[in-house]
C-alpha cells in the first residue's frame, strides 16, 4: 500500500506516524498538533527540529567545524540553509575574516613598537604620533625634529605615548589625557631651562598675529581634562542604549557590559552578539555554565592563537589612531573649504607660515630667568595692594619695610615665562583639534558599522530555515509511516 | 531543570534501563544529568582481557549540542588502559569526543566506540607524549586541543 503511494509521490514528513529529533530525542506522533516544526534535511533517514538544528548549526560558528556540522552526521548531505544574507553582510563577514590575516600584520608592527620597545623607537613614534595629532607647524616651534633638544618632560611624555594608546584602547585609565592636554607645555618645562623658549613679551618686533583668539576652539587643557573625559563618558553611555534599541535587546545587562569594557576584555563581535542572544533567551542558569565552559566548548579552538591575533589588531589599531585622527583632520579640513560653518567650528586659521613670520621666540638662561623674577620680587609694587600681588608677610611686614616683595608679580612672570608661548600656540591652526573631533567621527563610524555588522548577523541567523525534503531517496521499507486511507 | 541535557539524558537513561546496555557495558551510576560512570570490558580475544575500566562522562547544560567530557576514571586504585590513544590520567585522544562530536551519538554509542578502540589495539603501550601531556593536562579533557593523528590504532 505505501509502496503504491511511493509511485505516486515521495512521502515527506507529514507522512510519518512517528517523528523523532536525533538531536534532543524528543518524539512526537504524526497525528498530534506540532509545537515544534521538524525538518528532514538530507537523504536518510534522520530527521530533527529545525530549532535543535540551527542551534548545532550556530554553536559550530568560529569553531573550525561548521562544515561538519552543516551536514547529516549518518548520510554526510549538506545541510541547505537559507537566510537573509545580504550582500553587505557577507562583504563585512569577509573583510571581518581577513583582517585575520591582516592581525599578523598590525601584530608585528605593534611587535616592532612594543615589544621592539627599545626607548629609540618609542620615541619616535610618540614623535610621529604628536606630529600627526597637533601639525606640522606647531610641532617644529615647540619640539623640532632635534629630539635631543627636548624637554626631559617632553621626553617622558613622549615616550609613553605608545603604552599609553594601547591602554586607552584596552580601556585602562591612562596618562593620555594629561599627554594631550599638556602638550604645549613641553617646550617649556623646567628641567631644561636653558632651553626656555618664550616670547619676550616686552620684545615689541612681535607681529600682529593673523588672527586674534577668540576662545575657540577649547584650550588643550579644557579640552584634555574635561571635555574629551566627558563626551567619552556620554557618548559610550548613549551609544550603547543605541546598540541595545537596534539589537533589541533588553538593557539590564548594561552594567555587564560596562564592566567587561571596563576590564579591557573586548570579546569578538560575534561571541558578543551570541552571548547577548543567549542572555535574552533566559535562563540564567544554563548561561552560567554556558561562559564557564566557553573554553571548553571545543578542544580544538585555538584559543591561544585568537587572543593573540585580537591583541595584534588591538595593539595594531591602537598604534595606527594619530595616523587615523590626521588623516581624518585633513578630511574635515577639506570638507570645510566648502561650508563656512564648519570652518568657523574647527576654527581653522591661516597659520604662522605666508606672509607672517613666526612668532619670535627668546631663550631665557635658568639663571636669567630667576634673576628677571627676582627683580619683580623686590621691585615695589606700583600702588600697594591693587595687582595680584600677595604681599609676603602680610600687612605687618609691608608696614615694617615700607616696601613688601611682589610674590606675585615674580610668579606672574616666572609663568608668563613658562606658559607665555602657549598662548601664542593658540594663535595656530588648530590642527590638533579637528584632529580630535575627526578622530571621534571615525570612532562613531566604525562604531556604526560594527553595529551594522551585529545586527545583520543577527537578522541572518534570526531568519535561518533548514530546507526540507522529502524521503524519496531512502528505502520506504524503513520508514513508519502512516497508513493511507 | 528544564535545560536540553536533562531531557535528552532522561531518555537515554530511560532506553540503557529497558533495553540495557551492550555486552561488556555496565552502567554504575547515573544519579544526577551532570556526571555518570560505566564500566566497560573488552569481551573476546584482546590485550585487554578480562581488565575492567571505570569511564566518567560529564555532561554540560547543552549537551548534546555539546560533546561529553568523557575519561577513564584513575581514583580508588582504579586505572586508565594502557593504550596508545589513552594518557595515564585518563584523558582520551579521539576524535567523536572533539570536532567530529555530533548530536546523533549518544552515551551508549561513545561506550561502544572506545570498547571497539581497546579492542583493536594489538600492543599495549602509553601514548609517546605521556608524561608532557599529564604534566600540563587541563581538569577538563575539552580544554585540551588533540591532534588526531592516527586512525588505524
Not at chain 1, 183 to 188: E, H
Not at chain 1, 354 to 382: D, F, N, T
Request: net charge positive; glycine share 8%.
Amino acid at each position: 500500500m505505501t509502496n503504491e503511494k511511493g509511485k505516486g509521490r515521495a512521502p515527506t514528513l507529514a507522512d510519518l506516524r512517528v517523528k523523532l529529533c536525533y538531536i534532543c530525542r524528543e518524539e512526537e506522533q504524526g497525528d498530534s498538533p506540532s509545537t515544534k516544526r521538524f525538518v528532514h534535511p538530507c537523504n536518510c533517514t534522520l530527521i530533527a527540529h529545525e530549532a535543535c538544528l540551527l542551534e548545532w548549526i550556530r554553536t559550530s560558528e568560529g569553531t573550525g567545524r561548521e562544515n561538519t556540522a552543516r551536514q547529516c552526521p549518518q548520510c554526510k548531505t549538506p545541510y541547505e540553509v537559507e537566510s537573509q544574507n545580504p550582500a553587505v553582510l557577507r562583504f563585512l563577514r569577509a573583510v571581518d575574516r581577513n583582517l585575520g590575516g591582516v592581525d599578523l600584520g598590525f601584530y608585528l608592527v605593534g611587535f616592532g613598537f612594543v615589544v621592539r620597545a627599545v626607548y629609540r623607537a618609542q620615541l619616535n613614534y610618540g614623535a610621529w604620533a604628536l606630529r600627526s595629532y597637533i601639525g606640522n607647524e606647531v610641532f617644529d616651534l615647540t619640539l623640532t625634529n632635534d629630539t635631543s633638544s627636548w624637554p626631559l618632560v617632553a621626553k617622558a611624555n613622549i615616550v609613553m605615548i605608545p603604552a599609553s594608546l594601547i591602554l586607552a584602547r584596552l580601556g585602562i585609565p591612562q596618562p593620555l589625557g594629561a599627554i594631550l592636554a599638556t602638550w604645549p607645555a613641553f617646550a617649556f618645562a623646567f628641567p631644561r631651562l636653558d632651553d626656555l623658549r618664550v616670547v619676550d613679551t616686552t620684545n615689541n618686533n612681535t607681529p600682529p598675529l593673523p588672527v586674534t583668539a577668540s576662545g575657540w576652539p577649547p584650550s588643550p587643557f579644557f579640552f584634555g581634562f574635561v571635555l574629551l573625559p566627558l563626551c567619552r563618558r556620554f557618548y559610550r553611555y548613549y551609544f550603547l542604549r543605541f546598540s541595545r534599541w537596534v539589537m533589541g535587546m533588553p538593557s539590564p545587562a548594561a552594567g555587564r557590559e560596562r564592566n567587561a569594557n571596563e576590564q579591557g576584555v573586548r570579546p569578538t563581535l560575534l561571541q558578543r552578539l551570541l552571548d547577548n542572544m543567549e542572555r535574552a533567551a533566559g535562563d540564567n542558569n544554563a548561561d552560567n555554565n554556558n561562559n564557564n565552559n566557553a573554553n571548553a566548548d571545543d578542544p580544538n579552538r585555538q584559543v591561544i592563537s585568537v587572543d593573540m591575533r585580537r591583541a595584534g589588531r588591538l595593539i595594531g589599531g591602537a598604534l595606527l589612531a594619530p595616523a587615523i585622527a590626521s588623516t581624518m583632520g585633513k578630511f574635515l579640513l577639506r570638507l570645510s573649504q566648502r561650508f563656512g560653518l564648519l570652518r568657523r567650528f574647527l576654527g581653522v586659521r591661516p597659520g604662522w607660515t605666508g606672509i607672517m613670520p613666526p612668532p619670535q621666540l627668546r631663550r631665557y638662561s635658568a639663571r636669567e630667568l630667576w634673576r628677571r623674577a627676582a627683580q619683580e620680587l623686590v621691585e615695589p609694587a606700583p600702588s600697594s595692594a591693587v595687582s595680584f600681588g600677595v604681599h609676603f608677610g602680610g600687612s605687618g611686614m609691608h608696614a615694617e619695610t615700607g616696601h613688601g616683595l611682589n610674590v606675585g608679580k615674580a610668579l606672574r612672570f616666572v609663568l608668563g615665562a613658562v606658559w607665555g608661548d602657549v598662548r601664542k600656540l593658540d594663535e595656530c591652526d588648530p590642527v590638533w583639534w579637528r584632529n580630535a573631533l575627526g578622530f571621534g567621527v571615525f570612532v562613531l563610524a566604525r562604531d556604526l558599522v560594527q553595529l551594522a555588522h551585529m545586527w545583520l548577523t543577527q537578522r541572518e541567523i534570526a531568519t535561518r530555515r533548514v530546507r526540507d525534503r522529502d524521503f524519496s531517496r531512502v528505502d520506504l521499507g524503513e520508514l513508519d509511516l502512516i497508513a493511507s486511507e | 531543570m528544564a535545560s536540553i541535557s536533562s531531557r535528552r539524558l532522561q531518555k537515554e537513561l530511560t532506553e540503557i534501563h529497558m533495553e540495557g546496555c551492550p555486552v561488556g557495558i555496565t552502567l554504575v551510576k547515573a544519579d544526577d544529568f551532570e556526571t555518570w560512570w560505566f564500566t566497560i570490558e573488552v569481551m573476546g580475544e584482546s590485550v585487554y582481557r578480562s581488565e575492567v575500566y571505570t569511564l566518567q562522562f560529564r555532561f554540560e547544560p547543552n549537551y548534546p549540542i555539546s560533546a561529553p567530557a568523557v575519561t577513564f576514571v584513575v581514583t580508588d586504585g582504579r586505572k586508565a588502559p594502557l593504550h596508545p590513544h589513552v594518557y595515564s590520567n585518563g584523558h582520551i585522544c579521539a576524535s567523536i569526543l572533539g570536532n567530529e562530536w555530533s548530536p546523533v551519538l549518544s552515551v551508549v554509542s561513545v561506550c561502544i566506540t572506545l570498547q571497539s578502540m581497546l579492542a583493536s589495539c594489538k600492543k599495549k603501550e602509553p601514548p609517546v607524549d605521556n608524561d608532557r601531556y599529564v604534566r600540563t593536562a587541563p581538569d577538563n579533557p575539552k580544554k585540551t586541543r588533540f591532534v588526531y593523528h592516527d586512525d588505524t590504532v
